[in-house]
């Protein structure tokens, strides 16, 4: 139990386009997801908290207009990278947590970003 | 601040056991979580440790100590594939994450 996937597992994009990438719930209900970015090397960093329906929560210094967050259902939330640019190259993933606030949070297996 | 402490790279021998040490001072306390991360890949959950004492999950064991803000991983029987990234994260007063960066763990034949 507890498989969260993401689409796709990696991307190679020209500077200027915008990149969607889609993380899944597969077994459980995600009330919450999240968002984070690591760079070689480097620990994760949370981008942003999500929750179904409402707008998601972005970490200070993350830009909410260039990270578009949708949480449109309770297993589906989508992480727009728009106008994207070679320093947004990273390893994107999303995590999903069932239940309260103290529940596991479970990761999806990340997407490569490269931007060129 | 927040912090979590954790060594960053640690060297073990196939077969045997190692203790990798997470120390923490954060804004309150929620639980502790330990991570394993192999290279190029997201984290998979190992535990999760609220109260004091030692859980036991197979080979690996993780152990809490809210007094002393101090937690342990430990890994019993080495294999190669236990060569990976493990990271210590601590669910604050407000239930945020806070990751601690991660030890390296090489296991040698």
């Known amino acids: 139990g507890a498989v969260v996937s993401q689409h796709p597992s990696w991307v190679i994009c020209k500077s200027g386009t915008s990149v969607k990438i889609e993380c899944r719930s597969l077994?459980?209900?995600?009330?919450?997801m999240f968002w984070y970015r690591q760079f070689p090397k480097q620990s994760l960093m949370l981008m942003a908290t999500?929750?179904?329906?409402?707008?998601?929560?972005?970490e200070q210094g993350v830009e909410k207009d260039k990270f578009l967050i949708n949480h449109a259902s309770l297993t589906l939330s989508t992480l727009t990278v728009t106008s994207a640019h070679p320093e947004d190259s990273s390893f994107y993933i999303c995590?999903?947590?069932?239940?309260?606030?103290?529940?596991?949070?479970?990761f999806g297996p990340g997407t490569r970003l490269t931007v060129l | 601040g927040q912090n979590i402490d954790q060594p960053t790279e640690m060297t073990a021998t196939e077969g045997a056991i190692v203790q990798i040490n997470c120390t923490y001072q954060?804004?309150?306390?929620?639980?502790l979580f330990w991570y394993q991360q192999h290279a190029g890949e997201a984290p998979t959950f190992l535990s999760y440790n609220v109260l004091d004492g030692l859980e036991e999950k197979g080979r690996f064991s993780s152990f809490l100590s809210r007094s002393k803000g101090y937690s342990y991983l430990l890994l019993k029987e080495l294999q190669m594939k236990d060569s990976a990234s493990y990271l210590c994260a601590v669910l604050d007063s407000n239930y945020q994450l806070i990751w601690g960066a991660g030890t390296k763990l090489i296991i040698k034949p």
């Open positions: 954060t804004s309150g306390f929620n639980g």
């Open positions: 995590s999903a947590r069932a239940g309260g606030e103290a529940d596991t949070q479970y």
């Open positions: 999500s929750n179904e329906g409402s707008k998601a929560t972005y």
């Open positions: 077994d459980f209900q995600a009330t919450t």
